[in-house]
């Protein structure tokens, strides 16, 4: 019974359960289903910020 609850601590431990991403990393806005975009396994709200968050690094590198 012990040895049980040992493994099943360390299966918990193991898998850390993943965050639900629920705003859009470029404009910080809650993401809504229906105008969800999906690019490179991250969402964001539409194409356009998606295409910003892209640009953006590249404009802070030169």
Do not use: H, V
Not at 33 to 53: E, L, Q, V
Request: hydrophobic share 25%; aromatic share 10%.
């Amino acid at each position: 019974m012990a040895t049980e609850q040992a493994q099943n601590a360390a299966q918990a431990e193991a898998k850390p359960k993943e965050e639900k991403q629920t705003n859009c990393l470029s404009c910080n806005k809650p993401i809504r289903k229906i105008r969800r975009y999906y690019r490179d396994g991250k969402f964001y709200c539409t194409k356009k910020c998606w295409s910003n968050f892209i640009k953006k690094p590249k404009a802070e590198e030169k």
